[in-house]
């Protein structure tokens, strides 16, 4: 890919190294390009939820949680169940602002004369 803002490799791509991703490679190479960095595999060699997909999917930085010294997995997952996504969270807030950036709604004649 010729874009400095994508990957080195797309995990989702169907002859690539990785996962196949089923019909949710799209998805994935989509999200990859717009973090900038490529998926992560998905399970552990157990099987199990890898915490650093988890990390992966809620946007944060590599590492943010997972690098976390003495934090078992399990608490990983824990603390990342528990987080917020951080443009889930931007898109909220905005959302409250412009609410309480509004004036407020004139008071109707009837509401006037009760007061």
């Not at 196949?20 to 060699?45: F, K, S």
């Not at 650093?52 to 824990?78: H, I």
């Not at 969270?89 to 109707?108: F, K, N, Q, V």
Request: aromatic content about 6%; proline content about 11%; hydrophobic content about 45%.
């Amino acid at each position: 890919m010729g874009d400095s803002q994508a990957p080195a490799h797309h995990l989702a791509d169907a002859d690539g190294p990785g996962v196949a991703w089923g019909p949710y490679a799209a998805a994935i190479a989509r999200w990859e390009h717009a973090l900038g960095r490529p998926a992560p595999v998905p399970v552990d060699t157990a099987g199990r939820l890898a915490p650093v997909f988890v990390e992966w999917l809620m946007g944060l930085p590599a590492g943010w949680v997972t690098d976390t010294p003495g934090l078992p997995r399990s608490a990983q997952l824990k603390a990342l169940g528990n987080g917020v996504v951080p443009q889930q969270a931007t898109a909220a807030l905005h959302l409250l602002l412009d609410r309480i950036a509004e004036p407020p709604a004139t008071a109707t004649a009837t509401e006037r004369t009760a007061a």
